[in-house]
Nanobody
Framework: QVQLVESGGGLVQAGGSLRLSCAASGRTFSMGWFRQAPGKERERVASVTWTGGGRNTADSVKGRFTISRDNAKNTVYLQMNSLKPEDTAVYTC??????????????WGQGTQVTVSS
């Protein structure tokens, strides 16, 4: 069982930046982030493989969000720039035993709230 612990959420003004971190208790094939806003379906935001070579980013955040990972720390990061009010959501870290897109996570974090004010 892999435990995921997120940090870095909070309140920011539109146009600002935040960086989310997710520390895993063990190594997995890929890691990523999902988000869910009130009244909306859960959306896969970004993912990255253990090697760092397989990165996927949703069209809605492409060019603004960047995912990366530090294998020495078993940690994945989501750098979020040019934030918009529509980015407001609970962001949840995920990890997968297989699949570069991590579209069907095996492990889920608790989630961290990101709120972007206009």
């Amino acid at each position: 069982q892999v435990q995921l612990v997120e940090s870095g959420g909070g309140l920011v003004q539109a146009g600002g930046s935040l960086r989310l971190s997710c520390a895993a208790s063990g190594r997995t094939f890929s890691m990523g982030w999902f988000r869910q806003a009130p009244g909306k379906e859960r959306e896969r935001v970004a993912s990255v493989t253990w090697t760092g070579g397989g990165r996927n980013t949703a069209d809605s955040v492409k060019g603004r969000f960047t995912i990366s990972r530090d294998n020495a720390k078993n940690t994945v990061y989501l750098q979020m720039n040019s934030l918009k009010p529509e980015d407001t959501a609970v962001y949840t870290c995920v990890a997968c035993k297989s699949g570069s897109s991590c579209s069907r996570p095996d492990y889920w974090g608790q989630g961290t709230q990101v709120t972007v004010s206009s």
